[in-house]
């Protein structure tokens, strides 16, 4: 049972993502970039092909930590898109049975109907425990509350 009252139910749409990691992300994979950029243009020593080589290089590095600040969580009337690392998956709010962020948990795993168990990296403990485990509430609270009504439901 969730800890969330039907009143206390955010109001849809809602997205879920850890902000600080987010931004720890982005900030540095930016920062990343232009520090290596900016070493490639000021090394006079460097042929054109090891500047462009530099450039590709930082890209690539800021890139794969754009990709890790991708996560979210985003819920809706009709049901929850999971955006992980390279993936995303769109679910009805009935194919969710459980939102499950244990102790030691590394994000939210949603367990589904049809057996499986997915991954929601949108709503992980990293750097704001209190942030994470109170929206895995309010996604807990959301599913349990669609999955026994549909959408179309109005609500009290």
């Known amino acids: 049972m969730s800890d969330v009252t039907p009143d ?24 990343l970039f232009l520090v290596i950029t ?14 462009i080589s530099f450039v590709f290089t930082a ?11 991708r996560p979210k969580v985003v819920a809706d009337e009709t049901g929850v898109t999971v955006v992980n ?8 709010w009935a194919e969710i049975l459980q939102v499950n962020l244990r102790p030691g948990d590394p ?19 990293g750097i704001a425990r209190q ?8 996604l807990r609270a959301l599913a349990e509350a669609r999955s026994t009504a549909g959408p179309e439901t109005p609500r009290g």
Do not use: H, K
């Open 8 to 31: 206390q139910l955010p109001a849809l749409p809602v997205t879920f993502r850890p902000g600080r990691t987010r931004t720890v992300l982005l900030t540095a994979g930016t920062a």
């Open 131 to 138: 942030r994470a485990v109170a929206d895995a509430r309010a």
């Open 107 to 125: 994000w939210v795993f949603l367990d589904l109907s049809d057996g499986t168990s997915l991954p929601a990296l949108g709503i992980q403990p």
């Open 59 to 69: 890209a690539l590095l800021a890139g794969v930590l754009f990709l890790l600040a």
């Open 85 to 92: 690392i390279v993936s995303r998956r769109r679910l009805e």
């Open 38 to 51: 900016l070493i490639a243009l000021l090394l006079e020593q460097l042929g054109p092909g090891e500047r």
